[in-house]
């Protein structure tokens, strides 16, 4: 039994297009939903092999039959996991322009049962009518422009003016410092893809890190974790200068190996550098190596405004906390411009559920918001679902906070972040337990609310605080009730 799979190079098409038939608009969303990094579903969808008890998990959650589409590997060595991430990096614009293609837009051109029966025999796209509106062949998939493959996957973008317009203002910006807090799954990747997108059709020079694709042992210390950074960042755009070396014939600490490496191979040149850091909140947790990286970062920050090379730079950060551990001079929390993402208005979620070709009024949209307000993911699963002829609005409604309901993997993972934290979990639970807003007092003081808030979990007033959606405190009601 091999202990590592890989897709068939003949069945990537097929993968990809299950992505976006399952309401997926990008890998990152996949990669949330599933728990895993990045760089582990980009493998899976390219084709590189992935253990095999993950192959199977994306299957599943992907309604793909393993049998037909794996490729059992039996020889493939072990890849380390620097090596995945150096390979995720290089291809980062490559893979988006074949894994994020969005092929349909709306449910007047998905195929149907039978052609999706005849695409899963031929194991190919040819299969499909040209009036479906999707390529004809792999080749045509593989090989489409990162542009035309972004434009697609834009289809369900819901754009929250001005947020975008001042995000793309800001970050042609020389030396921009750009901040993107939300709670997680409320679209701050999507947003960032927006940019780079937009900042490409500029002619700059783009990479994009999840912090989470760091390993422990890139973590184990602020020299590795620096090695780690900047080597992603290097391959990213082919240099022929080795890390290694470099790292090896500098001088001084770590921090200034790492600034000598910018500023001698990366920043150089006509075209500016967009630098995106996803899942800052991973290294808050290592105090050790935080505050330096923070610290580093806001140095660069202000270093663009005395020294020219600096300039090139575009950093776009994306977090749901601020860490408070470091020096409020040294922190890149009170500097640049900070954006913060809101829930969906009545009027975006129709237009969502127009998009996927749902006849929603603002009756049902009354409904929906109702229960999880505006919230990119909660708003957007639903429709989803609702699409796919899985739910009913109705079902929706009254099974959403059950252990079978829609959402029920969206909420067990709120619910392990908080058993992790028994101090912010009691807070939690006097808020849901309450049949009014509760007001700041000794047993619940504004930090624990402001925490409870950046995990997405609350809504705060200006001294009170209460569940931010009815879904939220009809499932925590009843794991505290029950101490589930």
Known sequence: MPRSLKVRQDCIGIVKLAVRRNGFASQQALSEELG???STVVNFLTGRPVDRAVFEDICVRLSLNCQEIAEFDMETPSTSGKETQIESSRNYKDIKAVDEVSTFQHRGEKPSEVEGA????SLNLSSLDQKDNIFENQHQLKHLSYVEAQERDFGFYVERPPVEERCYSEILKPGC???????????????MSKLIHYVEQKGYRTAVLNLRDATQEDFSNLDKFLQWFYTIVADRFELTTSVEEHWRKSIGNSKIKCRSYFE???LPGERPLALALDEVDRIFSIRSIASEFLGMLRTWHEDAKTRQVWRQLRLVMLHSEI???VDINQSPFNAGYEVILTDFNQ??????AHRYGLDFDRNKVTQLMAIVGGHPYLVAEALKRIEQ?????????????TAWGIYSRHLERHWRNLQSNSELASAFEKIVLANSPVEFNSQLNQSMAMKLNDLGLVKLFSNSVMPRYELYRQYFLSRFQNKL
């Open 36 to 38: 895993m990094a990045r």
């Open 118 to 121: 005849q695409m899963k025999r």
């Open 177 to 191: 410092l750009l901040r993107i807090k939300a709670p997680w799954q409320t679209g701050k990747t999507e947003l």
């Open 264 to 266: 001698k191979y990366l």
């Open 323 to 325: 860490y408070t551990e």
């Open 347 to 352: 009027e975006q979620v129709l237009s969502l």
């Open 389 to 401: 002829q899985d739910t009913t609005l109705d079902e929706v409604l009254q099974t959403s906070h």
